[in-house]
């Protein structure tokens, strides 16, 4: 799985620190093969996806897509204001939200959900294994 950051130079965000949690999300589950589009956005940008795609008008933190492609396996779509928001409330750094909201959507791209409790267990397993104290904050 190869990742391309988009937006990321406009929002001030370095990737850079992203590597090695995408190294260990490798480490832990198979990962399709393909390009996976991180994609920063805005609150507006990302209310209007969560609106087209889950009928939801408010702006959420992360939506995931995946893809049936031999190129492109999916899109994450990360609001850099709602994690800015979240990483006050959390009293952690913009940075490990970010990269919090990347995992979590890449797991999603991959199949994991939350919607039961026995899933969001295993989801949730893999998020500690790949974030290790980053999840606990």
Not at 14 to 29: A, G, N, R
Not at 61 to 67: H, I, K, N, R
Not at 85 to 113: C, M, N, P, T, Y
């Amino acid at each position: 799985m190869e990742v391309k950051y988009l937006n990321h130079k406009e929002f001030g965000i370095k990737v850079l620190p992203f590597s090695s949690y995408i190294e260990k999300i490798s480490d832990s589950i198979d990962v399709h093969e393909g390009i996976l589009n991180v994609v920063f956005v805005n609150d507006q940008y990302i209310r209007a996806l969560n609106k087209a795609y889950r009928d939801k008008d408010e702006p959420t933190d992360v939506l995931s897509f995946s893809y049936d492609s031999d190129n492109l396996i999916g899109e994450v779509y990360v609001s850099t204001e709602t994690a800015g928001r979240q990483a006050k409330e959390h009293k952690h750094s913009l940075s490990d939200e970010l990269v919090r909201l990347i995992v979590h959507g890449i797991l999603h791209v991959h199949g994991f959900d939350h919607e039961r409790e026995e899933d969001y267990k295993d989801m949730f397993a893999v998020e500690k294994s790949v974030l290790g104290e980053i999840v606990d904050r």
